[in-house]
Structure formats: C-alpha cells, structure tokens
C-alpha cells in the first residue's frame, strides 16, 4: 500500500515527536492529543526534534502501516509550533509531497486549479 494514495486527509503534528514510539504509541498519539480516530483512514505524520525523521501511521482496511523516513541529507523544512492550541495541521497531499522532497511547503505557492469549462 502506498501512504500517498487515497487517504482521506493528511494530519501532521505540530509538536515534535520521539522516533522511537512504535504503532500503539502513535495510535494513542492520535486519539489524546489530536482528538481523532486513528482507524479512520487519515495519514497521520509526525516529525522528529531535529527535522531529520519522519514517521507515517495509516490504518488501512487490514491492519496499521507505518512508513519511516530518514533524510540521508539536509531536513525536513518544518518548524514545530508546539505554542499553538491545536497540535495537528491539515495538510494538502502536494504539500506533503513538497515536505518529502525538502522543501518548504509553507513558502511555496501552487498554482491553481485548473477550472476548465471548455475543451479544444
């Protein structure tokens, strides 16, 4: 199963997060501090302090999938904002994208939708 799919949302904590918490700690991550269903289907990302790593938790229809990424190079271009009352984020798929590829997905702009009613 690839995380990029077809998840229903994708939510990126704020707070920075220790690595080595596994699936469970995760899950219960999910549930207390964001306040949401960890088997709903959504993309749950978590960085590490450093920005180095990141880990994916997804239930999917058979079970829990966790992705782990680990920069050879450079970081992730997040800025934890653990001083916000709402610790998770929204995040749009091409933004996670951009995270993923060392970008930062707070500067850049996308352009925007195409809204074509007529075709050549």
């Known amino acids: 199963m690839n995380p990029l799919t077809s998840p229903d949302r994708i939510l990126i904590?704020?707070?920075?997060?220790?690595?080595?918490a596994?699936?469970?700690?995760?899950?219960?991550?999910v549930s207390t501090d964001f306040g949401e269903d960890p088997q709903d289907g959504a993309?749950?990302?978590?960085?590490?302090?450093?920005?180095?790593?990141?880990?994916?938790?997804?239930f999917d229809v058979n079970g829990w999938v966790l992705y782990?990424?680990?920069?050879?190079?450079?970081?992730f271009?997040?800025?934890h904002r653990p001083d916000y009352a709402d610790?998770?984020?929204?995040?749009?798929?091409?933004?996670?994208m951009w995270l993923l590829d060392g970008l930062?997905?707070?500067?850049?702009?996308?352009?925007?939708?195409?809204?074509a009613n007529i075709i050549l």
């Open 43 to 58: 993309l749950y990302c978590f960085v590490s302090r450093d920005c180095l790593k990141m880990k994916m938790l997804r």
């Open 87 to 96: 610790p998770k984020l929204t995040f749009e798929r091409r933004k996670l």
């Open 68 to 75: 782990y990424c680990y920069l050879a190079e450079g970081a």
């Open 22 to 29: 596994g699936i469970q700690r995760l899950a219960s991550i």
């Open 13 to 20: 904590s704020r707070h920075p997060t220790d690595m080595r």
């Open 77 to 79: 271009r997040w800025e």
């Open 104 to 115: 930062d997905p707070e500067s850049l702009q996308a352009p925007p939708p195409v809204t």
